[in-house]
T-cell receptor, first 113, second 110 residues
Framework: EAQVTQNPRYLITVTGKKLTVTCSQN?????MSWYRQDPGLGLRQIYYSMNVEVTDKGDVPEGYKVSRKEKRNFPLILESPSPNQTSLYFCASSRRTERDTQYFGPGTRLTVL | EDQVTQSPEALRLQEGESSSLNCSYTVSGLRGLFWYRQDPGKGPEFLFTLYSAGEEKEKERLKATLTKKESFLHITAPKPEDSATYLCAVQALYGQNFVFGPGTRLSVLP
């Protein structure tokens, strides 16, 4: 089954404790992206990657890091999480030639205390 | 700066009562405008892409249209299973990122 998976689905952590949210897709997609979703603000793009070893900042990259060492994986790293990073996070992927048809993962709900 | 607004914020319809959702956008050259559906607790699901003013796309009870400043998602004779949040997004002609609107939360009552 074609899908985007994220882990963990739910995470409660404390300020300053480094964490990684994993994202994996099995569709051989070149384009991958991370979003955060907050009430009233909609989805905001954090980082995206056009292919392996190619990443770029979205609209809200501060406080986040990403890497793309393999085509299928695109982890999101919060080196020193803060309470304002409490949010619902989505990973998405698509073919580079069909960037509009993004397939989204199920989401990761992160709470930073 | 690229921006997307959506109205209304929330909409309640009776089953069979047709209506439209609005997406207004400001972008420095439009590559594409996208509609997604999002159910509670799930990731957005792709519905349509529109590329140029005058373009229309249909899927079951949904029809999306595009002008130079806004897009409409028309819902004809909706059913309770159409209840969801509908998201609009744009991508600029020379950009790689997507800008989403806040969404319209649609409730269709039986």
């Amino acid at each position: 089954e074609a899908q985007v998976t994220q882990n963990p689905r739910y995470l409660i952590t404390v300020t300053g404790k480094k964490l990684t949210v994993t994202c994996s897709q099995n569709m051989n997609h070149e384009y991958m992206s991370w979003y955060r979703q907050d009430p009233g603000l909609g989805l905001r793009q954090i980082y995206y990657s056009m292919n392996v070893e190619v990443t770029d900042k979205g609209d809200v990259p501060e406080g986040y890091k990403v890497s793309r060492k393999e085509k299928r994986n695109f982890p999101l790293i919060l080196e020193s999480p803060s309470p304002n990073q409490t949010s619902l996070y989505f990973c998405a992927s698509s073919r580079r030639t069909e960037r509009d048809t993004q397939y989204f993962g199920p989401g990761t709900r992160l709470t930073v205390l | 700066e690229d921006q997307v607004t959506q109205s209304p914020e929330a909409l309640r319809l009776q089953e069979g009562e047709s209506s439209s959702l609005n997406c207004s956008y400001t972008v420095s050259g439009l590559r594409g405008l996208f509609w997604y559906r999002q159910d509670p607790g799930k990731g957005p699901e792709f519905l349509f892409t529109l590329y140029s003013a005058g373009e229309e796309k249909e899927k079951e009870r949904l029809k999306a249209t595009l002008t130079k400043k806004e897009s409409f998602l028309h819902i004809t004779a909706p059913k309770p299973e159409d209840s969801a949040t509908y998201l609009c997004a744009v991508q600029a002609l020379y950009g790689q990122n997507f800008v989403f609107g806040p969404g319209t939360r649609l409730s269709v009552l039986p």
